[in-house]
């Protein structure tokens, strides 16, 4: 009995994705490409790709990772626009990495459905079901990602929504009864 259960243990344990191993060579561009700029756009992800011989999703976590590592933090906007009106070459880059950013995707209705029903079973897939949704309907991984994110995140929302609608209404309910309760006093 107690052998079924460590074997149901590690069944049901998440399976981690391959590891990836990089070159000397390939790290050195993306320790270079790192140290230059740390939040790259889509552009600068593909071509890293290429140049490496890896998944541009591969790439997004990688840098994801080393910023991690390096505690690394985004800079608030008032410190950005402080120092990219100091710098007028470095607001120039930014420009520019704005432009690097991927093309807005447009789901049909069978990616949406595959996508929905995905989100029902399982809200937080791993890494392993987010390959599988890739393939299944035709884009990245990184937008599969992506789509679970800004999905849970609009499901926060409305829940939030929904739980104040709630609480107006139950005091907008609890209001009418007291009018009520005055109407009969008054009458008396």
Same mark, same amino acid.
């Given at each position: 009995?107690?052998?079924? +259960?460590?074997?149901? +243990?590690?069944?049901?344990?998440?399976?981690?994705? !391959?590891?990836?191993?990089?070159?000397?060579?390939?790290? *050195?561009?993306?320790?270079?490409?790192?140290?230059?700029?740390? %939040?790259?756009?889509?552009? /600068?992800?593909?071509?890293?790709?290429?140049?490496?011989?890896?998944?541009?999703?591969?790439?997004? %976590?990688?840098?994801?990772?080393?910023?991690?590592? $390096?505690?690394?933090?985004? *800079?608030?906007?008032?410190?950005? $626009?402080?120092?990219?009106?100091?710098?007028?070459? $470095?607001?120039?880059?930014?420009?520019?990495?704005?432009?690097d950013r991927q093309p807005r995707i447009k789901y049909?209705?069978?990616?949406? $459905?595959?996508?929905?029903?995905?989100?029902?079973?399982? +809200?937080?897939?791993? !890494?392993?079901?987010?390959?599988?949704?890739?393939?299944?309907?035709?884009? /990245?991984?990184? !937008?599969?990602?992506?789509?679970?994110? +800004?999905?849970? /995140?609009?499901?926060?929302?409305? #829940?939030?929504?929904?739980?104040?609608?709630?609480?107006?209404? #139950?005091?907008?309910?609890?209001?009418?009864?007291?009018?009520?309760?005055?109407?009969?006093?008054?009458?008396?």
């Amino acid at each position: 009995m107690a052998q079924d +259960n460590v074997s149901n +243990n590690t069944i049901a344990t998440k399976h981690r994705g !391959r590891r990836t191993s990089f070159t000397e060579d390939h790290l *050195k561009i993306l320790t270079d490409t790192f140290n230059k700029t740390p %939040y790259i756009g889509y552009a /600068s992800r593909q071509r890293l790709a290429l140049e490496t011989n890896t998944e541009e999703f591969t790439i997004q %976590y990688c840098f994801q990772n080393r910023r991690t590592r $390096h505690g690394f933090q985004k *800079k608030s906007e008032p410190e950005e $626009h402080l120092e990219s009106s100091q710098n007028r070459d $470095h607001a120039e880059e930014k420009i520019q990495s704005r432009n690097d950013r991927q093309p807005r995707i447009k789901y049909t209705w069978s990616q949406l $459905h595959t996508l929905n029903k995905a989100f029902i079973g399982n +809200n937080y897939p791993g !890494r392993d079901s987010i390959e599988k949704l890739a393939k299944e309907i035709g884009v /990245s991984e990184s !937008r599969v990602k992506v789509w679970f994110q +800004n999905h849970r /995140s609009s499901c926060c929302i409305q #829940r939030k929504k929904e739980a104040n609608e709630g609480l107006e209404q #139950r005091q907008n309910q609890g209001q009418d009864l007291c009018d009520e309760s005055l109407e009969g006093i008054e009458s008396t």
